[in-house]
């Protein structure tokens, strides 16, 4: 028995060892994994906050040489334009001005055939005829009869009904009458007349075709007469150079069918109230045309003069943001973006003119996504800094 005890202590302090490395396995599987997850977890939310933030590219603004002048677009439109419409039913008997004809106030233009006016004409003017020799007969009645009743030869109620019947024959004369200067007046519409000197732009009519009274359907005007001698030019001025459009100041513009020369108008009104959806200025411009060498209608280049020089920058059209509060551009501050509320001059296309709202040292992000927002985290991915697009 006593030489079993020293390998009973020697199994027993291999089972502790193998116990003991058993156990130190187990411990560090065990820290492995939960290290592991430890760190997949915090490289999950780093990549994550990274994927968060925006990757931009930024562009400086450019400074743009100063403006003591704008040039804006407009068209020439005749002083007075009017579409001449026929005031009876009828046919067109024959018209004697074509499309270009220039033509004086009174002269005659068209004239239309009335038949079914014509007899009611001659139908109202017999009535009128019938009426007068019954009041004058009336009349003859009424006095002879008012003379018996001196004499006690008639009663007076009798006398007094013949008045009263003059009264009412009197009454059928005059209505009579108005219906006659009525129908007069109708026909005398078969002849249409120019209303103002002017030059004949439309001709939508011909010899033969039922004409209609009245502007009741669109098309059909007679004529349409232009007054060309002078023009108008209406041009929506922007509301940072609103400054410009004075009354009484003078507007050049040019054509770019006479590309060597320079006309000049005068700036006669203006709404005088800012429009709030495009932000300008509804401005009038009178042009004198004496020869006609401008024609209605022409696309001009109107210049206004600046009462003082302004300073802007431009900056690429594909910056912009168009938001139900206003245009915005998107700037990085901090690693941050800031929506910037700018005023906008001239647009050129593929840059616009910045007034207010930018410095030179700004980076504006181009091409923002339209979910951006203020306070959003950026990157600058690449920078464009000083080239305008």
């Not at 004369?173 to 078969?190: C, G, I, M, N, T």
């Amino acid at each position: 028995m006593p030489e079993a005890k020293p390998q009973q202590k020697a199994a027993s302090r291999l089972i502790l060892s193998l116990g003991l490395m058993l156990a130190a396995a187990l411990g560090f599987f065990i820290y492995s994994g939960i290290h592991g997850r430890v760190e997949a977890k915090a490289n999950l939310q780093l990549a994550t906050e990274a994927s968060a933030v925006e990757d931009v590219s930024v562009v400086r603004p450019k400074a743009a040489a100063p403006i003591d002048e704008v040039a804006l677009p407009g068209a020439t439109q005749p002083f007075v334009n009017s579409p001449i419409y026929a005031r009876t039913n009828g046919y067109l008997v024959k018209w004697f001005y074509d499309i270009g004809a220039k033509v004086k106030q009174g002269d005659l233009l068209a004239v239309i055939d009335t038949p079914e006016l014509d007899k009611q004409l001659e139908e109202a003017r017999a009535d009128l005829a019938s009426a007068k020799s019954n009041l004058a007969l009336s009349k003859t009645t009424a006095e002879r009869w008012q003379g018996l009743v001196k004499t006690r030869s008639v009663s007076q109620q009798s006398a007094d009904q013949a008045v009263d019947n003059l009264s009412a024959t009197q009454a059928s004369v005059d209505s009579y009458a108005a219906s006659v200067r009525r129908l007069e007046d109708l026909v005398s519409f078969e002849k249409v007349y120019a209303p103002f000197d002017g030059v004949i732009t439309v001709r939508n009519t011909d010899t033969g075709w039922l004409i209609d009274a009245g502007a009741g359907s669109p098309g059909k005007e007679l004529f349409q007469l232009a007054q060309t001698s002078t023009l108008r030019i209406f041009v929506a001025v922007p509301e940072v150079y609103s400054r410009a459009a004075r009354m009484g100041s003078i507007a050049t513009f040019t054509l770019d069918e006479f590309p060597s020369e320079t006309f000049h108008g005068t700036i006669t009104r203006t709404s005088e109230s800012i429009d709030m959806a495009s932000r300008t200025l509804n401005t009038e411009i009178d042009v004198d045309n004496p020869t006609g060498q401008l024609l209605p209608g022409a696309y001009v280049h109107v210049h206004l003069k600046l009462p003082t020089q302004t300073r802007a920058l431009t900056i690429p059209a594909n910056t912009l943001l168009f938001r139900s509060e206003g245009l915005r551009v998107g700037v990085v501050r901090d690693g941050r973006a800031q929506l910037i509320p700018i005023t906008i001059g001239v647009d050129y296309g593929a840059t616009v003119q910045v007034t207010s709202g930018l410095k030179l040292t700004d980076q504006v992000i181009v091409n923002p996504s339209d979910s951006l927002i203020s306070g959003a985290a950026v990157r600058i991915a690449v920078s464009t800094a000083g080239i305008t697009q």
